[in-house]
């Protein structure tokens, strides 16, 4: 029995909140509208909708059951759930990688919350009144030090130094006082602070109409059929190649204007894609289930320790569909209409077009966005405030698997787990602090732990539950203390359906982001994350990958030494 | 923006909303909520 074995969530919308708050982060608010926006709603959205059927909903569920199964045999963390549930005493090594991840992303992930952070002060104080696009990058380069190695070093207020202090003490100060006195409490109160803002914010971007009269095309409708129009119109230009897109068009303005230049020039096309096109372009599919992927935090580890801290007779069934629907509420409900409207509506399609990746959406759009709305000081601090809110309810997620593991495998309190998870935090958050040249170290941490190993870790999981425990043994599991069970359809598609479409979308995750063939629009290229480690090998990346290792190895170290795992809990083998 | 983007819009709102609601209102209602709701104070990290 582990130490943390007596810590149980004090409530069930405790818990909700918790594993809402962990799966609420900042991709619902800034990647998901520029994946929605680049596909073309309809067909996006239903590749997202599937994909939550049959990866997201059928993980979250088997992470929610295993968790408390293993948490009534005294087991908290990823080694230990798979020390339960695995026959074979290799299986505490598989759970390893459940610690590695939430860990190191953590390490990262700290980093950005402080920018959230510092971006709310700064608009609080005035200090963010953005007059073109090249102020807002050179705001945030220098914020975050991108120019070189120790950028971002140096004390002021327009500095992520002090904000990332704050952040990192409050997230152990938070976890230090437990599961039901630090993470539940503290998501309590966020969680529907979270809420209020995104409603309030959500209401002032859909009355911003046309905020600029002499430019009628840039107004909030347009901003919306930019994100939402299943069908994309573009303006193309024929080259020696083939046709070249120039520009997106949304609105009967832009198309009359389209339509005159394409009247005028012979080498210009307008070309419409449809929802059909859309569906069968490989690449759609994959952002479709990585966006649900990501944005549940399913194949995190999290969810697994969690749920461990749930009594037997609690319920993980309608807890865990809740907080599912929480977090596509949070995503499609506000993120879908606050940032690409807004956006839209004060800088145009062409103003936003190839911006929309996250940090582009998030720290060089926006701000200029706020700098030119009546109130942008109010609306940008009530802005960023949220999506720091929505970051640190992610981070402490992601300290809680290895405080757990930590007093599991060395039978110590909290107090001293968190000095050691404290040290070793420190020094991974302030390697990727460091060294901040073209954010490096964070790109290749997010790249290999962050996306690879999270699928590795997803597939472990569902795999694990369905062949190793049983479905039918895990559904009957769910459903103990639950108001309805999962409904039967989810038995074979947890056992046939999730593992191999998740094993597919990985292996085109794998082409795609690791080979670089992209099925039809370029010639295969290996990614940069590649030849960062073999083909033009860089310093920052090898050191990044070699603290993943590093973390890794002492992780397995504790988990071959723990006394815990030395022989199995009774009635537990499978 | 065209009828067919507001369908993909009021379509994937209401669904996710209505969700939701819907998960929230059973959560309330559960008449044995009370009895699994565990809460119980825990040992605080200065007590160990």
Known sequence: MSVAGQ??????????????GSAVGLGNFLR?????????????????????????????????????????????????????????????????????????????????????????????????????????????????????????????????????????FLNFFLIYRGVAKGIELFCTYAMPVLLLLGLVILVRVLTLGTPDASVPENNVINGLGFMWNPEKVFLERQTAEGWDKVTEIIGQGARDEAATQVASDPSLRVREVGIFEQLGKPQLWLAAAGQIFFSLSVGFGVVLTYASYLSSRDDVVLSGLTATSANEFFEVGLGGLITLPAAVAFLGVSGVAGMVSTFGLGFNVLPLVFAKMPLGAVFGAAFFFLLFLAAITSSLSMLQPGIAFLEESLRIGRKQSVAILGLITAGGCGFVFYFSADLKALDTLDFWVGTFLIFVFATVQIIVFSWVFGTHRGLIEAARGAPFPVPAIFAPIMTFVTPVFLLGVFGLWIVQNVFGINFGAGAPEFSSYVKDLFITPNPVAWMSIALVVAFGVFVAILAACAGVYAKKPEGTTP | MTIGGWIVMLASVSSVTGLFIWCLWRVVQDPGEKERLHGFEMRTPDEK
């Open chain 1, 7 to 20: 810590e149980r969530w004090s409530s069930r919308y405790g818990v909700i909140f918790a594993v809402a």
């Open chain 1, 32 to 168: 998901f509208p520029g994946q929605v926006a680049q596909y073309g709603g309809g067909a996006f959205m239903v590749a997202y909708f599937l994909s939550l059927i049959l990866i997201g909903l059928p993980i979250c569920w088997a992470e929610w059951t295993m968790g408390r199964y293993a948490g009534q045999r005294g087991y908290n963390s990823a080694p230990g759930v798979f020390h339960v549930l695995v026959k074979s005493r290799w299986g505490r090594y598989l759970g390893v990688i459940g610690v590695i991840i939430p860990v190191v992303i953590y390490m990262y992930y700290v980093v950005i919350e402080a920018w959230c952070l510092g971006y709310a002060v700064n608009f609080f104080a005035g200090n963010i009144h953005f007059g073109s696009a090249e102020e807002s990058s050179d705001f945030f380069s220098r914020f975050i030090g991108v120019a070189a190695d120790g950028g971002a070093l140096g004390l002021g207020w327009d500095r992520v130094n002090p904000y990332l202090l704050l952040v990192f």
